[in-house]
């Protein structure tokens, strides 16, 4: 069974602060998503990473793929209260294009 | 908007009924996903079609099915429903291919008192 683990599960910074998020698997994956889901809303994807070691950016967010494909982190750079809400990893690894998902990140930024 | 259209939105039904969740997929959209969303649980992948097939199952109730119709619309019916039911049901749909992302509509909240 694959399993996707993201730490921290809860992340509580004053604005203007880094912060990583984590996503790791003992399995490969073929991609690696990251969404991000507001109270109410359903998950909104952010990223696609499909190369082992690619890095992409989104403005201030930064997402990496592991060299092995089975881990990624998600990196936001100056944090604002607009980036509150639940970060989501999931991974694709079966040709049917079911994603596994983490148990997610609530992230907190307060003014 | 994201494209994917479920309803209804919020659901309010006692132990032992049944209720059918439904989807509409993103234009040209093939596949359709069913996750359950509960606190204690994340998002846990129940079952997926591909163009009317059944293409790929989770740890889906035997209580709980699912179809997809000529149209490409998706019905998730949940019977004989208990209190621990209750959570977020959303529906997701892609591409031939969901290693590339998923699109998500907004939910349906299920209520079983």
């Known amino acids: 069974t694959q399993l996707l683990e993201q730490s921290p599960q809860f992340l509580s910074i004053q604005e203007g602060e880094n912060l990583t998020v984590y996503c790791n698997s003992s399995?490969?994956?073929?991609?690696l998503q990251w969404y991000r889901q507001e109270p109410g809303e359903g998950p909104v994807l952010l990223v696609t990473?499909?190369?082992?070691?690619e890095v992409k950016k989104l403005k201030r967010l930064t997402f990496q793929f592991g060299d092995a494909r089975k881990d990624s982190s998600l990196h936001i750079t100056a944090a604002q209260p607009g980036d509150t809400g639940l970060y989501l990893c999931?991974?694709?690894?079966?040709?049917?294009?079911?994603?596994?998902f983490g148990q997610g990140t609530t992230l907190q930024v307060k003014p | 908007d994201s494209g994917v259209t479920q309803t209804p939105k919020h659901l309010i039904t006692a132990t032992g009924q049944r209720v059918t969740l439904r989807c509409s997929p993103r234009?040209?959209?093939?596949?359709v996903y069913w996750y359950q969303q509960s606190l204690d649980q994340g998002l846990q992948f129940l079952i997926q079609y591909y163009n009317g097939e059944e293409r790929a199952k989770g740890n889906i109730l035997e209580r709980f099915s699912a179809q997809q119709f000529p149209d490409l619309h998706s019905e998730l019916n949940l019977s004989s429903l208990e209190l621990g039911d209750s959570a977020l049901y959303f529906c997701?749909?892609?591409?031939?291919?969901?290693?590339?992302?998923?699109?998500f509509g907004s939910g349906t909240r299920l209520t079983v008192v």
């Open positions: 990473v499909v190369t082992g070691g």
């Open positions: 399995s490969v994956f073929s991609s």
């Open positions: 234009s040209g959209d093939l596949s």
């Open positions: 999931a991974g694709a690894g079966s040709n049917t294009g079911k994603l596994i």
């Open positions: 997701a749909s892609s591409g031939a291919g969901g290693g590339y992302g998923y699109t």
